[in-house]
């Protein structure tokens, strides 16, 4: 009976050692833990909450949109300051962050084609929704009339402010949190979902038909990470989304409802 006790005892302690060493794999430093804790849920709320602020009012001055442009493109280059601080202080390397341009001919074609190719489809869309009645656009309608540029005095700061959502929010998902995942022993095609649903949980505010399109993005980029082991084509092809949400999003806007009050009267 000792003897078979032993045996057991020993059993038991070389699978939660081996279980430890799995494990290990896991764990993350505590400055970590929080960044992901803001990426998942400090973020997502703070876009809710200041979404619902600009929902409840009946109507956004150029102002009040040229604010929100500045304080979000601050808010955003901080993160990006904060996180990479903390990365580099945790001697992750420009290589594993994706902040390396190598092969840099296959890239800038990546880059240029794949920015094309999304920037046409999303043109497509925009159009496609631009034929659908303004009642029936849904919340999608009254987002877009808050936070879309409306004159060409906006136009600019919303697009410095594109090129800083596709540098920023793709160093964030993609550079930190694709890195750090990747470090804790994740597979490949786990460690893209994931980042892409926290991806898609910051835009939670655009509702969960925006959500899930921001999803399905968030992979596709979090793909184009892994195959040319750089940010460089998701940060082009994320801000060629941007930009042409806000150049022909609000011309397909005006032009609907121009065309509406024409039919009126």
């Not at 876009?47 to 500045?70: C, I, T, W």
């Not at 490949?188 to 655009?206: N, T």
């Not at 184009?224 to 060629?240: C, E, G, K, M, Q």
Request: charged share 15%; glycine share 8%.
């Amino acid at each position: 009976m000792p003897k078979k006790t032993n045996i057991r005892q020993k059993l038991c302690f070389r699978l939660l050692r081996d279980l430890g060493r799995k494990c290990s794999y896991l764990r993350m430093p505590w400055d970590f833990w929080l960044i992901f804790l803001a990426l998942g849920v400090l973020l997502p709320w703070r876009g809710r909450a200041r979404m619902k602020k600009l929902l409840a009012m009946p109507h956004v001055s150029s102002m009040e949109r040229l604010v929100l442009y500045a304080s979000t493109i601050a808010f955003q280059w901080l993160a990006t300051a904060i996180v990479a601080w903390r990365a580099w202080a945790h001697r992750y390397t420009d290589a594993q962050l994706g902040l390396v341009f190598p092969d840099r001919l296959g890239i800038l074609l990546a880059a240029v084609v794949g920015g094309a190719t999304i920037a046409t489809l999303q043109w497509l869309n925009l159009r496609r929704v631009g034929r659908i009645p303004v009642e029936s656009r849904g919340a999608l309608q009254a987002i877009a009339e808050r936070i879309l540029p409306q004159s060409a005095l906006e136009l600019l700061p919303y697009l410095a402010l594109a090129i800083t959502a596709g540098v920023c929010e793709e160093f964030l998902y993609r550079g930190f949190a694709m890195a750090v995942l990747t470090q804790a022993g994740l597979r490949a095609w786990l460690v893209v979902l994931l980042s892409a649903a926290l991806f898609g949980l910051a835009h939670s505010y655009q509702g969960r038909g925006g959500m899930l399109m921001t999803l399905i993005v968030g992979i596709v980029l979090g793909l184009s990470r892994i195959a040319y082991n750089s940010l460089v084509p998701a940060v082009i092809w994320h801000t060629a989304v941007d930009v042409v949400a806000g150049t022909a999003g609000p011309r397909y806007l005006r032009r609907t409802i121009a065309a509406a009050e024409g039919a009126v009267h």
